[in-house]
């Protein structure tokens, strides 16, 4: 089964999946601007398995 990254902070509700080979980007996306977090705030990187055809069904990410 194909893995894939779940993004999560601790500073808003939600997360987004994204396909494990964007592990680049999304780092470089989520530390590009880091004003806008607090002391003790975080960001995860879960790794996941779900279908292709799951992955495809997901809401299109529209930001925090």
Known sequence: MPKFI????????GSYV???KDIPGIIEGEFDDLDYMEDGDSITLTVIEMSQEKYDKLPEFTGW
Do not use: A, C, E, F
């Not at 993004?7 to 509700?13: A, E, I, L, P």
């Open 18 to 20: 994204q396909p494990l």
């Open 6 to 13: 779940k993004v999560t902070r601790s500073d808003v509700d």
